[in-house]
C-alpha cells in the first residue's frame, strides 16, 4: 500500500494539518487487522473503493461505512482492507473541526460515524467533488474548495486550538495547570473546552501526545526503553508502558515487533507534524 500526505491550502492550515491518500494496486488479499493508535487527531475519510473491515470485541467484525469520520481515540482500533484500497482522508489538527462539524466533538470519541449522518450537505458536495475527480491531486482540490467554502463562512476561532497546538510542538510535555495559565481560565473551565472542541480532556490529549512521541524515538536503535521513556518526557519506563498498555493493548516491544503497515502509517512518526 502507498501512503502519501498533501498540504492544504493556506486559508485551510490553521484547521487541517494534511490531505493524505492510501491506496493499492490491486486487489489485497484477507489480511489480519491491523492497529491504528490514538493520535490526538480527529479525521474525515472517504472511501472510494472496497470498504475495510472492523474487528470488535469477542471476535465480530464490522464493515466500515464509505464515508465517514474518526473522532479522537482514546484506545487502538483494529482494522483490515477486504480488497483494493483507495482511501482519501482529512486529518485535522485539533480543534480544527470548529468551522466543519457543528457538533460538540466528544460525541464522536471513540465514534466512526458515517459522514451523511454529521453533515448530509457537506457529505454530497464533498463526494460528488471528489467522484468527479480523476487524480488524487484532483479529487483533494476540489475537496479543498468545498471545505474552503465552509470555512470563510465561519468566523469562528477558538484559543483552544492554539493551546493544543503548542502541546503537539511541545510532544505533550506540558501541565493542565501551565495550559490554564497560558488560556487565563481554570481548570475546570479549560476541561470542558477541551472535550467540547477537542473531544478530551487537556490530559489525556497531551498523555496521547506523549505516547505518540515514542514512535520517533525508537527509531534511535541505540536507546534503550528507559532512555526513550526520559526522552518522551515519561517520568519512567514504568510509565511508558502503562500508556502502552492504554493506548495500544500490548507492550511497547511486543506491539513494535508486531505492527504493520498500516500503523506504521498512521503514526505521527511518518507524519509532517511533530
Known sequence: MRYREFQPQPSLAPFIECFWTLESESKLSESEPDSILPDGCVELILNFSAPFRELKEGGKTEQQPAHFVVGQMTHPVSIAPTGAVKLLGVRFHPGGTIPFFRIPMHELTNQIVELNSIDARLAAKMVFAASSSTTPTLQIAAIEAC?????????????????????????????????????????????RRFLREIGI??????????????????????????????????????????????????????????????????????????
Open 147 to 191: 471545505l474552503a467554502e465552509r470555512a470563510g463562512s465561519c468566523a469562528s476561532y477558538s484559543e483552544i486550538t492554539d493551546l493544543a497546538a503548542n502541546a503537539v510542538r511541545l510532544g505533550g510535555r506540558i501541565t493542565v495547570d501551565q495550559l490554564s495559565e497560558s488560556a487565563g481560565m481554570s481548570g475546570r473551565q479549560l476541561e
Open 201 to 274: 480532556g487537556p490530559k489525556l490529549f497531551c498523555r496521547i501526545l506523549r505516547f505518540q512521541q515514542v514512535f520517533r524515538a525508537v527509531e534511535n536503535e541505540a536507546m534503550g526503553w528507559a532512555a526513550i521513556a526520559a526522552e518522551c518526557g515519561y517520568y519512567d519506563q514504568a510509565h511508558l508502558i502503562r500508556d502502552f498498555q492504554q493506548f495500544a493493548h500490548q507492550t511497547p516491544a511486543v506491539f513494535l515487533t508486531q505492527s504493520g503497515q498500516l500503523t506504521g502509517a498512521f503514526t505521527r512518526k511518518h507524519r509532517g507534524s511533530q
